[in-house]
T-cell receptor
Framework: GENVEQHPSTLSVQEGDSAVIKCTYS??????FPWYKQELGKRPQLIID?????GEKKDQRIAVTLNKTAKHFSLHITETQPEDSAVYFC????????????FGKGTHLIIQP | GAVVSQHPSWVICKSGTSVKIECRSL??????MFWYRQFPKQSLMLMAT?????????EQGVEKDKFLINHASLTLSTLTVTSAHPEDSSFYIC????????????FGAGTRLSVL
């Protein structure tokens, strides 16, 4: 089955700096890659996703890049703010998202004031 | 955005009893819902895929007789933990797939199950 590795497990950055979280996946059949943000005690919220026919997608301060050849994708957050502090999960799925998600282990992002 | 409601949010039960958890898509039809399990400070693990009008598909290692899934309508899936034991204590979270919205999965708020 699919295996998703996520790094780092904890990331501390100064407010205003950029944060990058990286994930790799094992199954080349995966073609849908969402990123979820989970604040303590709350449900995961989709922040951005990318499909395998696209190499990069951007939404304001958040961007995701995908390298299908290397089977890795990354989340980039620019101009970080205190409210960006949370746990971020990458995930992979086949069938364009029709299948269940295989999640990475999560990254605890800490924004230092 | 789409809303998924999950109830109860927290349940305590005695060992040997059964617990039912409901997952509802409030403003869209979900032919497919998913059930995940999340251990403290860990990731979400897919347990099963719930398809409206058909049998659920379980991931390897998940006991289908222990975790009964019913998806009787386009907006409701239920997970019943049968004969619960302390090792079943966990955070169970559902998601509903919005097929009309690009297959995005929207998550419920989760259910904290504690088995005494």
């Amino acid at each position: 089955g699919e295996n998703v590795e996520q790094h780092p497990s904890t990331l501390s950055v100064q407010e205003g700096d950029s944060a990058v979280i990286k994930c790799t996946y094992s199954d080349s059949a995966s073609n849908y890659f969402p990123w979820y943000k989970q604040e303590l005690g709350k449900r995961p919220q989709l922040i951005i996703d990318i499909r395998s026919n696209v190499g990069e997608k951007k939404d304001q301060r958040i961007a995701v890049t995908l390298n299908k050849t290397a089977k890795h994708f990354s989340l980039h957050i620019t101009e970080t703010q205190p409210e960006d502090s949370a746990v971020y999960f990458c995930a992979a799925s086949m069938g364009g998202g029709a299948d269940g998600l295989t999640f990475g282990k999560g990254t605890h992002l800490i924004i230092q004031p | 955005g789409a809303v998924v409601s999950q109830h109860p949010s927290w349940v305590i039960c005695k060992s040997g009893t059964s617990v039912k958890i409901e997952c509802r898509s409030l403003d869209f039809q979900a032919t497919t819902m998913f059930w995940y399990r999340q251990f403290p400070k860990q990731s979400l693990m897919l347990m099963a895929t719930s398809n409206e009008g058909s049998k659920a598909t379980y991931e390897q290692g998940v006991e289908k007789d222990k975790f009964l899934i019913n998806h009787a309508s386009l907006t409701l899936s239920t997970l019943t933990v049968t004969s619960a034991h302390p090792e079943d204590s966990s955070f169970y979270i559902c998601s509903a797939r919005d097929r009309a919205g690009g297959n995005i999965q929207y998550f419920g708020a989760g259910t904290r199950l504690s088995v005494l």
